[in-house]
């Protein structure tokens, strides 16, 4: 798994296809190679200040870092955003449970 860092292919996931749950915000797209799954992860100022944001953050790394592996799709990209007071709270199977949901959603 690899992780996204460049605006351009942030900017490429918007435009793709995403889907929203309570605990976050997944964005997927099809790059066509087949080569490896990328991911990103972001939270804007809304979900709070700095400790707030990298909490938020490392949840939604471990969410992915459990789940992609065996349910994300070869040559796709994925980004996770994170949303205000609810990615940091949210029960950590709940969150798990909201990214398998977007997931589906998104890989129809």
Known sequence: M???SKRS??????RARRQG???MMVQGRNRGDGDGIRVGFTCSKKVGNAVARNRAK???REVARLNLAEHGLPGWDYVLIGRAKETA????EDLQGDFLYALKKIHR
């Open 58 to 60: 490392r949840r939604l």
């Open 9 to 14: 292919e942030f900017l490429a996931a918007a």
């Open 89 to 92: 709270n949210r029960p950590f």
């Open 21 to 23: 749950s309570k605990g």
């Open 2 to 4: 690899q992780v996204l």
